[in-house]
């Protein structure tokens, strides 16, 4: 039986103390005004042209916005009113161009940000509104192209006043500098999602292109049949109500760790669940098994996101870079510890499922410092299928019969989780999703 007490009497006590702190260190603008109706995201899209690399966001009615850039890493950061989000869950997770990919969301009650995060430095050369016409929604357009490390750097940075420099403005003006829109410092963080309250699932096979990590006795490649299994258990999951699937991986390609998390976080997953099979040298030895992050490396990627002055992300668009390191080492602290707590209740609840389908290695629950596991605000578990070393494993992963009993064994863990975390959430009147 899972033990639900350290999360269930944990969540509470963390957004007290979260608040707590954020109002220590002055980052709460004062009490929250009522909800109103928003304007709309309804799309979204890179282009890549010769000379320059054009982002395009449609939008429901024009709206006033400011355009500033940050370093460490290289970003365009795009402030406009609180939009409502429609876009799809993976929209961003590719980039094109000058960009690597984009995120986006609520930061405040008040007001959205989109964040381009950038392969080389740039330069905003145009950044305009297209209001609606002739059937075409408004459009808020952004043309980028490179520019020196130097001149980039010259220009960066946080704006000071907190006010927009940026208003709408006719397109052949290419916008305006002299109108500022008056806005608060960052609000007390909301939750972020896609906006339909659906539970939003990561799904990552390991490995795959140039890297095909473990090899079958009967040449059986890990890349492959983890693959075959993630999407089986992406059409398990769709077919039932309530969940949005993201694939990380959906071909023979190879996508690195860190991007991997990127990609989940981009998506805003409610949950991460990353799928592998494994070898060893004694072929005796089989049975699935079940990963969470351990103590160790959670506490070394704290210790590295307290330096970074990304460390924004990990709270829900709070920016940190500018307080006290003990101030963000111990709100990144929180968030960790509850995401590490909700990891664990998935992965006792998929142990039963797994062994019923497959058998358990001998301590089937364990934790390592895997680099998929490591996204500070996404509950995360890495499943080792079975051995392809081993004769029988390596025999049921290569069976599509199999692979499908694989899929419905997690996917009725999930509903478990999901259930589960509801009951929480419901408890302490709080929203399910971290995001």
């Not at 999951?237 to 690195?256: A, H, Q």
């Amino acid at each position: 039986m899972v033990e639900l007490s350290v999360t269930t009497e944990r969540r509470p006590m963390m957004r007290f103390l979260v608040r707590a702190l954020m109002a220590l260190a002055g980052l709460v603008a004062g009490a929250l005004g009522p909800a109103v109706a928003a304007p709309a995201a309804t799309g979204a899209r890179l282009g890549e042209h010769p000379e320059h690399t054009r982002f395009v966001l449609e939008l429901t009615e024009s709206v006033e916005y400011r355009v500033f850039t940050l370093a460490d890493p290289f970003r365009v950061v795009v402030e406009m009113p609180a939009l409502e989000w429609r876009l799809p869950a993976n929209a961003g997770v590719r980039g094109a161009g000058l960009v690597k990919s984009y995120r986006y969301g609520l930061f405040g009650r008040s007001r959205s940000r989109i964040v381009l995060n950038l392969i080389d430095p740039v330069r905003v050369q145009a950044d305009f509104i297209m209001p609606p016409e002739d059937g075409k929604p408004a459009r808020l357009v952004l043309d980028l192209v490179p520019t020196s490390e130097a001149e980039f750097r010259e220009s960066a940075g946080w704006p000071e006043d907190g006010a927009p420099q940026v208003a709408a403005a006719d397109p052949a003006s290419g916008g305006s500098d002299d109108v500022p829109v008056p806005v608060s410092k960052p609000d007390e963080a909301v939750p972020v999602g896609q906006g339909d309250g659906r539970f939003i699932i990561a799904l990552d096979a390991g490995h795959g292109g140039a890297d095909p990590g473990a090899t079958g006795t009967g040449g059986t490649l890990e890349k492959e049949v983890v693959l075959e299994t993630v999407i089986a258990l992406k059409d398990e999951l769709e077919r039932r109500r309530g969940y949005t699937v993201v694939l990380i991986r959906e071909d023979d390609s190879f996508i690195n760790k860190k991007d991997r998390v990127k990609a989940a976080r981009a998506a805003r997953a409610d949950l991460f669940i990353s799928i592998h099979a494994d070898t060893i040298s004694n072929s005796a030895i089989h049975g699935a098994s079940v990963y969470t992050l351990s103590e160790s490396a959670s506490d070394a990627e704290a210790a590295e996101l307290a330096e970074s002055e990304n460390a924004s992300d990990v709270i829900a668009g709070v920016d940190l870079s500018g307080e006290k390191d003990d101030v963000g080492s111990i709100l990144i602290d929180l968030a960790q510890r509850e995401t590490k707590n909700r990891s664990t209740v998935f992965a006792q609840l998929l142990l039963p499922e797994l062994d019923a389908q497959s058998g358990l290695l001998v301590q089937p629950l364990r934790s390592a410092g895997f680099r998929v596991l490591k996204a500070p605000d996404v509950p995360s578990v890495l499943i080792e299928l079975g051995f392809l070393s081993n004769a029988t494993d390596e025999a049921r992963l290569t069976d599509p019969e199999w692979r499908a009993g694989m899929a419905r064994a997690i996917a009725r863990s999930v509903d478990d989780y999901y259930a589960r975390m509801s009951s929480v959430a419901q408890s302490s009147g709080e929203a399910l999703s971290a995001h």
